[in-house]
């Protein structure tokens, strides 16, 4: 029996997700390579697994019109295939025979026979509903957040928490569906050529790279892979988001009256601490950059380049000692929901009881960071969720104990880019700015 090997490796990355909880991003090229799969093999493999990850809540609302028992008590391997399958039917331009058929063969590899043949009758019932009948029937009970959950493949919580966000932006409250839509679209890779390293110019020079929208450092790659730029592989050019590459720009630009020492305390794995390695370089800085973990340390080092000081330690502890520094970058850990267009399976692992755990260390990090910065130096908060218990209720908490603190208006550090929000932090959006959903607070110290 011969097993379709994009489809094998496409099962593979679901199987690491669910049974090993690996990220898709950091093991997705090792599966490519071990099963041997390139080219338009590999973008058919990586469209088939991101996708099915993408959409797995509307997939298993499907399933479960389908299956004369629980999705719970299938075997987890043939689930996958399922959905996998699902994907292919309802998503991708493959005929339902050949989608049916291949994901049979599958089943047989992984799972045996008898799981094969329930595969064969389970997917042909999806082949028998049209896409916009199944969305109908899925949602055919259901209103509000309940039904947008199951129609954009987004747990309840998350939905709610971007309509929150929305509204303390003063958005539309309808922009909820553009969000969602825009988090189960896939995202170009963007690129950044590190300052004092690359320069964008000489990025454009390559017919698959194009300009990026906001940071003047900024390039989207069209067509295949980063690794492919020689530029990427020596390190002077990064893979970045245009979100995160806005957040370390405008640190740079708010106005201090000496600029001698910044600091990045959580620096891990070193994509913002390489950009503000090569900002400081520019007016004669000195960067110092945190990691508490020392594998995340080492990527940190072999990103910043020269010059720059790495330590690892728990920034709440201070290991820079009585050192107080002019900028500083608080890029906290957080729920990662904003940055769901790349890490599709973030929303599935993510929970609402993950804020209770994550917002003392927010609170802790944001405070270290105030505490480390001179009087008139300046702070950035940042994470890449809008959630408005990460990003406007820490600030507000934390400010709410100090006198020797002002919240600056983080737009004016961002000229040019529109519907910022209507509050003193910013929020960047997929379906607007076509960047990770990130939030900016400015802080100077008095």
Not at 151 to 164: F, G, K
Not at 194 to 205: H, I
Not at 214 to 230: D, F, H, I, M, N
Not at 342 to 363: C, F, G, H, N, V
Request: net charge neutral; with cysteine.
């Amino acid at each position: 029996m011969s097993v379709d090997l994009a489809r094998r490796a496409a099962y593979d990355l679901l199987h690491e997700v669910a049974a090993r909880d690996a990220y898709a991003n950091l093991v997705w090229s090792g599966i490519l390579d071990k099963v041997g799969v390139s080219g338009r093999d590999a973008a058919f493999a990586t469209e088939l697994a991101y996708g099915t990850l993408r959409w797995r809540g509307r997939y298993d609302a499907i399933l479960a019109q389908c299956v004369d028992r629980p999705l719970a008590k299938l075997d987890g391997r043939l689930l996958d295939v399922l959905r996998l399958g699902v994907h292919q039917i309802v998503h991708m331009r493959v005929p339902d025979h050949a989608a049916v058929g291949e994901s049979v063969d599958l089943a047989r590899s992984v799972c045996g026979d008898g799981p094969a043949k329930m595969a064969n009758a389970v997917l042909r019932k999806v082949t028998a509903k049209t896409p916009e009948e199944w969305v109908e029937i899925i949602t055919r009970d259901l209103t509000g957040v309940d039904a947008l959950s199951i129609e954009w493949s987004h747990p309840v919580w998350i939905v709610r928490a971007l309509q929150q966000a929305l509204a303390a932006d003063g958005a539309d409250p309808a922009r909820i569906v553009d969000v969602l839509r825009a988090d189960n679209e896939p995202a170009r890779p963007t690129l950044v050529a590190r300052p004092g390293r690359a320069l964008v110019s000489d990025l454009l020079a390559d017919s698959r790279v194009e300009p990026g929208r906001w940071s003047p450092y900024a390039a989207t790659l069209l067509t295949g892979q980063p690794e492919e730029l020689r530029p990427v592989t020596t390190g002077d050019v990064g893979v970045q988001d245009e979100g995160s590459q806005l957040v370390a720009i405008a640190l740079s630009r708010a106005s201090v009256d000496s600029d001698v020492r910044w600091l990045d305390l959580a620096a891990g794995p070193g994509g913002k601490a390489a950009l503000l390695a090569g900002l400081a370089r520019e007016r004669g800085a000195r960067l110092t950059a945190v990691e508490q973990h020392a594998h995340r340390a080492a990527l940190v080092s072999r990103s910043v380049g020269p010059g720059v000081e790495v330590l690892v330690g728990d920034s709440t502890a201070a290991p820079w000692g009585a050192v107080r520094f002019d900028r500083t970058l608080a890029d906290v850990p957080c729920t990662g929901i904003g940055a769901l267009r790349k890490r599709p399976e973030a929303r599935w692992r993510r929970t609402p009881s993950d804020l209770a755990t994550l917002r003392p260390i927010q609170i802790g990090l944001l405070s270290a960071a105030l505490d480390a910065t001179r009087p008139g130096g300046v702070v950035a908060y940042s994470t890449c969720s809008p959630h408005t218990a990460e990003t406007d209720l820490v600030v507000s908490d934390v400010l709410r104990g100090r006198t020797d603190v002002e919240q600056l208006d983080a737009r004016e550090f961002l000229p040019g880019i529109p519907d910022l929000g209507r509050g003193l932090g910013v929020r960047l959006w997929p379906d607007i700015h076509g960047t990770d959903g990130m939030y900016l607070a400015m802080l100077r110290r008095r």
